[in-house]
């Protein structure tokens, strides 16, 4: 027995009260003389057994009535085996968490898995009484609570399931219980009942944390809980698993090369898999992968021709098969006009190939194929010059072997990157770290990604040199080196290098081998990036200038830097946020999803700076960001959150063992939940029949004090 409001029993008290007031009424009388007392004497002596007994009676129909009414207003519940298991009323608190991830999208036979996850909660519905505390939870990388704690209305409930569509996210098991931990907590009910209905999907059920079990047999002591799995159809899935820029300069009359990752989540051998890319939603190039093995993945090489100045939307597409939103993937360029490059030489030099930044400028104004408009803008310049220079003019600063950065340049330098330009530095034999350090890093400028700590030199002189490490980072930087062969890579070769001590938040790009110090650093300063290369720019400390590696890295490293923050597709279900520093906090801003659904927000202020913010994106696709400082708007790329393509499931015994360990049980498709459910509630209420206990005390005691008021009220028969 257990009581959900057991702080009512404290109520129980006021069942002393009838009987302190019959004790204070046989205390209350008073002497009145009267000569014929003594002829009703012998009467009354005969009565009195009768009055106290019927005073008693009125003082227990009093004191059950009051106990029936704080035990009925305290919710007592049993649960009852046998006959005893007619009495009360079977009711019960329900969660009804739906899997709301995109592998449940999965279709067979024009039916998703999320239809059939739909139905059964619909038969789950049916079981729950009127009234009772129902909650409603759709499950993402974000939980929705659609209905907290509920008296349910089996019209109301219907209508919030036809409102529930699958969201373009991956489902977080991991979090799950503390969603659903504070909605049992809340529920005051005979029994308090879970239900998780899912396509128990393989890679999020068998990775769970020990801290989710944890959490998950927490539950289990708070409620019955059971996972209702849904018929998975099969398992067959191919995907966009990937979708960015390789390589190209995003400006005018220029080709850019995307890279598209495709990858056969399912079973079987899927051949002729045509990928093709879309700019501005018109078909610009196509490619064929002859066959994929199942649980391979394929990268090709689509090419975009760039024409147009401003925000292009690419897209990345296969054929459709059952799962439809992972068949296309999504990009932004932001095209521009021109492209500005300045080199700074620190060791100028009549002698061609001598300088700096010779080589810089040679691998810069390579021909590239397929472009046919301008070139990119370089402007090579001495260190003495740097003083007249202005940085904002530029999209792309190089400094090589500056012995130093004069002191009043690192201010502007500073705000150049802030807004959203890109610094690359390379050290060279004039470099001096400590005043590199100082003035860039240790100071109120705090440009470098690493600190300068002094030269490595390699005794063994040129051809024993240090080689570059070839097991490259996924950094974008690294993708054009990826696809060259690995002994092209294994000839590069380093006699001499600055020992560098990356700081906080920065990234090693590429590294020396075999001690695995870092070659190229970078890091986020403002809205833009800084580089930091560990040698020369020229041939005097490496011969990695001669590689073809030296041009691609650096062609990619002015793709890298002059790429925008919004460039960078979001994944669903994280937040949009676009820096809009030319407006006022407060200022209006307005997003506009795909399907063309509006949200209007205001400006914030976040980290020092004005940001348009749109907290949770649902739909994948191009977003729309219009503000009055932006015409035309910004274009954001969603794409599904990566994972959830791998559709296979569970098998049977397995998600037996996994239920087990977590303190659940599986209730398996059939044509209808309803007996399993009503089998298992055995939880039963008895506040309705101790409520109308107290109610028919109330009226007998009424009833029989009426009777006794009448009797003493007649008048008292002569005595003889």
Known sequence: MAFLNPLLLIGLAGVAVPVLVHLLNLYRFHETDWAAMRFLQRAAQVRSRQIRLRDILLM????????????????????????????????????????????????????????RAIERAQQIAGTIHSGDPVSLVLVGTRHRVLLRNMPFDADAFAAALRDLSPLAERADLETLPETIE?????????????????????????????????????????????????????????????????SGMLRRDSMARYTARVENFGTQLQKNVRVICRVNDNPVDERTIDSLAPGAAASVSLFAPLTEVGRVKLRAEIQGDELAIDNSRFAVA??????????????????????????LVSALSLPRNGETGAPLE??????????????????????ADLAELPEQLAPSLSEFVRAGGGLVVFVGPNTRPEIWNRRLLEGSVKLLPARLEGLAEEPFGETDGWPLDTALSDHPLC???????????????FWRYMKLAPVAESHTVLRIAPGADPLLVEHRVGRGRVLLFASTANRLWHNMVINPAFPMLLNQMVTYLTQQDLEVPVPAGSPIVVALDDME?????????????????????????????????????????????????FVVAVNPQTGESDVRTLERDELERVAKELGMRVMWPQASLAPAIAEARLGRELWLPLMIGAVAAILAEALL???????RSTPTEAVG
């Not at 704080?70 to 899997?99: H, K, N, Q, Y």
């Not at 993708?479 to 070769?493: F, I, K, N, S």
């Not at 202020?605 to 913010?613: A, C, F, K, P």
């Not at 004090?705 to 009797?711: G, M, T």
Request: aromatic share 6%; net charge neutral; proline share 6%.
């Open 60 to 115: 227990l129909l009093r004191c059950l009535a009051v106990a029936l009414l704080v035990l009925a207003l305290a919710r007592p519940v049993f649960r009852p085996t046998g006959p005893a298991a007619m009495l009360g009323e079977s009711r019960a608190g329900v969660v009804i968490a739906v899997d709301g991830s995109y592998s449940m999208m999965h279709q067979v036979a024009g039916r998703s898995r999320f239809e």
């Open 182 to 246: 504070p909605l049992l907590q809340q529920t005051k009910a005979a029994q308090q009942e879970v239900y998780l209905i899912s396509d128990v999907q393989r890679r999020d059920w068998q990775a769970l944390s020990p801290e989710s079990q944890a959490g998950y047999q927490r539950l289990a002591g708070l409620a019955r809980v059971a996972v209702v799995p849904v018929e998975p159809g099969n398992d067959q899935n191919l995907a966009i698993a990937d979708f960015q820029l390789a």
């Open 334 to 359: 932001h095209v521009r006009e021109r492209l500005r490059v300045l080199c700074v030489d620190g060791s100028p030099s009549p002698q061609r190939f001598e300088g700096a930044t010779d080589f």
């Open 378 to 399: 370089i402007d090579a310049l001495p260190w003495s010059a740097l003083a007249t220079v202005s940085f904002q003019q530029y999209d792309v600063v190089m400094l």
């Open 479 to 493: 993708q054009p080196l990826a696809g060259l062969p690995g002994d092209l890579l294994g000839h590069v070769r």
């Open 585 to 633: 906090v407060g200022a209006d801003v307005t997003f506009v999803e795909p399907t063309g659904r509006t949200t209007h927000t205001q400006t914030v202020e976040r980290q020092g700076r004005t940001v348009g913010v749109l907290e949770q994106t649902e739909q994948v696709g191009f977003h729309l960001v219009q503000c009055v400082v932006a015409s035309p708007a």
């Open 705 to 711: 004090a009426h009777a006794l008021s009448r009797r």
